[in-house]
């Protein structure tokens, strides 16, 4: 009795880690979901050998409330920025052509991670349900500290904030919910 007890227990256990995980999908996966049901995109433009990608990846995607929150609202992709993906966007196509799959640490950039603005990394990146570029996010992120950019892209508030000083106004008055 006491081991069907623990299976149950671990299998549960097991389900609430794995309810909490980021479903990410290829940018090519997330474009063609989009196209039979529209919704943001979410992009994670990381790279194999950066620290703090590692510690967004642990910290901030394995939050509960953000792995949530991402889930409902975008479709979300894990883009290696200096992998050799081949990624159709907008009737173009992105490449590494100088990836080396020797290179242990840094590789080339990826086009695509040009095309975006990705100049350091992390680097999240947003776009609309069209597959329109919205902006770029830079850098190491809590769980907190990201909330306002996932909830004003999903709400469509950034279209509301035109300049720097409603920007402020808005993440004065910006009650985050997430918990660490």
């Known amino acids: ?10 299998a549960f256990s097991i389900s609430a880690i794995q309810a909490q995980e980021i479903k990410w999908m290829s940018m090519n996966e997330a474009l063609k979901a989009q196209k039979e049901n529209p919704k943001k995109i979410f992009v994670d433009a990381y790279t194999t050998w950066c620290g703090p990608c590692k510690l967004l990846d642990k910290n ?53 991670a040009l095309a975006m603005g990705v100049n350091a990394y992390p680097t999240m990146v947003f776009f609309d349900e069209t597959g329109a570029f919205l902006s770029p996010v830079k850098g190491y992120l809590t769980p907190e500290k990201l909330e306002i950019f996932l909830k004003v892209f999903a709400t469509d508030d950034y279209k509301k904030v035109k300049s720097d000083e409603e920007w402020k106004k808005y993440q004065e008055e910006f009650e985050g919910t997430f918990s660490s």
């Open 1 to 10: 009795m006491k081991k069907i007890f623990l299976f149950i227990l671990f």
């Open 60 to 112: 901030t995607f394995g939050n509960k409330d953000v792995a949530e929150y991402i889930n409902k609202h975008y479709y979300a992709v894990k883009f290696n920025a200096e992998g050799n993906e081949i990624i159709n966007f907008k009737d173009k196509v992105f490449k590494n052509p100088n990836y080396d799959p020797e290179r242990k640490g840094r590789n080339a950039v990826h086009q695509f």
